[in-house]
C-alpha cells in the first residue's frame, strides 16, 4: 500500500501563486507516476500534472501548461505542484495520485490508471 498526504492548499487571489505538497509512505518503490488532478462538485476528475520517480519528463493539459510546474523530491519522498497565475476556474479540490509500475507511460491523464490517491487539498481563487 502507498499513502499520499495533501497539503498546501488555501485561499489565492487570482493571480496569486500556491505550492501544493504530496508525501508519499508505505510502498513508493511500487510505483513509477506520480500525478496530480483536481475536482469540482458534480464534474469528472481533471488531470493537471504528471511526473514520474526518476524524473524523466513531465506532462500538463494545455489548461495549465505553462502556469503549473510538478517537480519531486525524492530524499523527501514528495511530490510538489507549483501554481502560478491562478485564475478562479482553477477552483477546486487538488488530489495527488499513485501509479503502480507499469511497462509504458499510456494514459497518464486518466484517473482510473492511477491505483493510491491522497485525500485531497482545497483550493479557492478569489477573483
Known amino acids: 500500500q502507498v499513502q499520499l498526504v495533501e497539503s498546501g492548499g488555501g485561499l489565492v487571489q487570482a493571480g496569486g501563486s500556491l505550492t501544493l505538497s504530496c508525501v508519499a509512505s508505505?510502498?513508493?518503490?511500487?510505483?513509477?507516476?506520480m500525478g496530480w488532478f483536481r475536482q469540482v462538485p458534480g464534474k469528472e476528475r481533471e488531470f493537471v500534472a504528471a511526473?514520474?520517480?526518476?524524473?524523466?519528463?513531465?506532462t500538463y493539459p494545455d489548461s495549465v501548461k505553462g502556469r503549473f510546474t510538478i517537480s519531486r523530491d525524492n530524499a523527501k519522498v514528495t511530490v510538489y505542484l507549483q501554481m502560478n497565475s491562478l485564475k478562479p476556474e482553477d477552483t477546486a479540490v487538488y488530489y495527488c495520485?499513485?501509479?503502480?509500475?507499469?511497462?509504458?507511460?499510456?494514459?497518464?491523464?486518466?484517473?482510473?490508471?492511477?491505483?493510491?490517491w491522497g485525500q485531497g487539498t482545497q483550493v479557492t481563487v478569489s477573483s
Open positions: 511526473i514520474s520517480w526518476t524524473g524523466i519528463g513531465t
Open positions: 508505505g510502498r513508493t518503490f511500487s510505483t513509477d507516476f
Open positions: 495520485a499513485a501509479r503502480t509500475t507499469r511497462l509504458n507511460n499510456l494514459g497518464l491523464g486518466r484517473a482510473d490508471q492511477y491505483d493510491y
